[in-house]
Structure formats: structure tokens, C-alpha cells
């Protein structure tokens, strides 16, 4: 169970040609928008990325529906709990384009189960991963406590003592489903010329609200200045 393992890794989730075909309509659709590049400078690894979010999905891919959905059941199996895609539209699923030199900052995801489909394969780019290494504080997990907690466990000697990392190559076609919000986990610097394209899908609880939910969104899908600190420990 998820809960146990906090990770799981299943290879071939979704054929080849399913992903190439996916693929071309990410193309598509890049070739008549400029996506927004999100640089937020962090120490050791940053957030460089761009990203398509669940509104722009929503009326661009509608066969991302029946995925979303075929992944929540898998998901459901996996947590043994009912879970939902989030209702927050732009947050429920993206399409995250990581470019060369491109990379994710080591970070907790807002919500209870998160799933990651690889389209392609890239040198470089690997998820690396803490599952359940975070002392989670629940209710509280949006104060400066938390943030206080999470930041003492990533210091290196502490990760070097008390973690067990792993780290997932992109493949085409493979999903990871693990337990977001207790799971630390990072994307490493694309090496080469291609990009990392992937699909991101959120869950959680049926009516789960979360009150970091209007900087965060800033913070990940926009170019907008956002504040000094973490959105994810908003109080």
C-alpha cells in the first residue's frame, strides 16, 4: 500500500505511441503560444521550468480526461482510500516542459497523492526522491513550524543520516504515483538538447481546500512576483 511504501514505480503505464502521440499535440500547441518560463532562484537547485496548467488542458486536451481518470482509480487502489482530482482547475493536472539546463527545486506538493507520467526520455532529468521522510504536522503543515522541520531535514548531514533516496530516470511511458505531501522529491538538471515533458496529476481528499492555494498558484504557473517565502507555508 501507498501509505507503507510511499512511492511506487510502474513501468509502461501508458503505451509509446499513446505518449507520441501526446507529444505532437504538446507541439501543437507550442507552436502557436509562448509558454511563460518560471525561474525562481533557489540555492542548490532552482525552479526552471514551463508548464501547460489544468485550465489550458482542459480546453486543449480533452483526451487527458479519460487518463486523469484511469489514474485516479489506480490511485484510489493504491492509497485504499477515495481520493479526487483537486478542484482548483489550473492545479488538478499540468504538462510540465523541464528545457536543457532546466530543473525542479526540492519541495513538498500541497496535496495527499501526486502522479507523474514520463512522455519521453532525456538525459539527465531524473526524480529524485525521499518517500515519507517528512515529520508531517497535518492541520499544520502550512505554518512556520513545518517549514522550520522540513528545512532542518534537508540539511545534507541530516539526509545523509536519516534518508533513503530514490532516484527514477525518465521513461517513456512510466508513472509515479507517490504520497506527495510527505514524499520530498526534486527533478534534477536536464543534460542535452531535448526537453523533459511529463503529466502531472493531483489528488486528495473529496472537498480538500488549502489555504496556500492562491500564492502557490502564482508561484508555480505565472511569471507574477510572488512573495520572499514559500507559498507552501503561508499561514
Not at 218 to 232: C, G, Q, R, V, W
Request: charged share 25%; aromatic share 8%.
Amino acid at each position: 500500500m501507498l501509505h507503507k511504501t510511499g512511492v511506487e514505480v510502474l513501468e509502461g503505464f501508458l503505451p509509446a505511441a499513446e505518449c507520441d502521440a501526446l507529444l505532437q499535440c504538446v507541439d501543437q500547441y507550442r507552436n502557436t503560444r509562448q509558454l511563460p518560463v518560471i525561474h525562481r532562484k533557489q540555492r542548490g537547485r532552482s525552479l526552471h521550468y514551463m508548464v501547460i496548467d489544468g485550465a489550458a488542458i482542459e480546453e486543449h486536451f480533452p483526451q487527458l480526461s479519460k487518463l486523469n481518470t484511469d489514474v485516479n482509480l489506480l490511485v484510489n487502489r493504491l492509497n485504499g482510500t477515495a481520493l479526487e482530482p483537486l478542484g482548483n482547475a489550473s492545479a488538478r493536472i499540468n504538462i510540465n516542459i523541464t528545457p536543457p539546463a532546466g530543473e525542479y527545486r526540492w519541495h513538498y506538493d500541497r496535496n495527499r497523492v501526486t502522479a507523474i507520467l514520463y512522455l519521453n526520455e532525456v538525459a539527465g532529468g531524473e526524480t529524485e526522491m525521499f518517500p515519507n521522510y517528512r515529520i508531517y504536522l497535518g492541520r499544520s503543515k502550512h505554518t512556520h513550524l513545518q517549514r522550520w522541520l522540513d528545512s532542518l531535514l534537508m540539511k545534507k548531514p541530516v539526509l545523509r543520516l536519516f534518508g533513503k533516496k530514490l532516484t527514477v530516470a525518465p521513461r517513456k511511458g512510466m508513472l509515479i504515483v507517490m504520497q506527495g505531501d510527505r514524499c520530498l522529491h526534486s527533478v534534477r538538471r536536464v543534460e542535452g538538447a531535448a526537453d523533459r515533458i511529463n503529466v502531472i496529476m493531483t489528488f486528495d481528499a473529496p472537498g480538500a481546500v488549502f489555504p496556500v492555494e492562491k500564492e502557490l498558484d502564482s508561484y508555480l504557473y505565472s511569471k507574477k512576483s510572488t512573495p520572499a517565502f514559500d507559498p507552501n507555508y503561508q499561514e
